[in-house]
């Protein structure tokens, strides 16, 4: 079966880090830029970061510069997002997605909707 499994959320307290994971299975990553979407409630989807198929270009949303971290490890067909300093404005679900590689190396960060995970709760609460 050909999916993106997301994992790794829960719920932290502000200033918390969590590390979410996305594993491909019945494909592999290797050729695909991949990316990590949120959703709240009651707003818009956002990109939050993507990574190309190379590793080489990056994008990360402003309001998540320097807290988090985009990586990819091809060799376990898995995506992380490590998320430091978290806030409750980070509160919502996260997914991943493939994007189009030579977009983020262009500064966009959006799904080509070849494959999308189901989503991870993501939770920044006292």
């Known amino acids: 079966q050909v999916q993106l499994v997301e994992s790794g959320g829960g719920l932290v307290q502000p200033g918390g880090s969590l590390r979410l994971s996305c594993a491909a299975s019945?494909?592999?990553?290797?050729?695909?830029?991949i990316g990590w979407f949120r959703q709240a409630p009651g707003k818009e989807r956002e990109g939050v970061s993507c990574i190309s198929d190379s590793g080489d270009s990056t994008y990360y949303t402003h309001s998540v510069k320097g807290r988090f971290t985009i990586s990819r490890d091809n060799a376990k067909n898995t995506v992380y997002l490590q998320m430091n300093s978290l806030k409750p404005e980070d509160t919502a679900v996260y997914y991943c997605?493939?994007?189009?590689?030579?977009?983020?190396?262009?500064?966009?960060?959006?799904?080509?909707?070849?494959?999308w995970g189901q989503g991870t709760q993501v939770t920044v609460s006292s």
């Open positions: 997605a493939t994007v189009n590689s030579l977009d983020v190396g262009m500064g966009y960060c959006e799904e080509d909707h070849d494959y």
């Open positions: 019945g494909f592999t990553v290797d050729y695909h830029g």
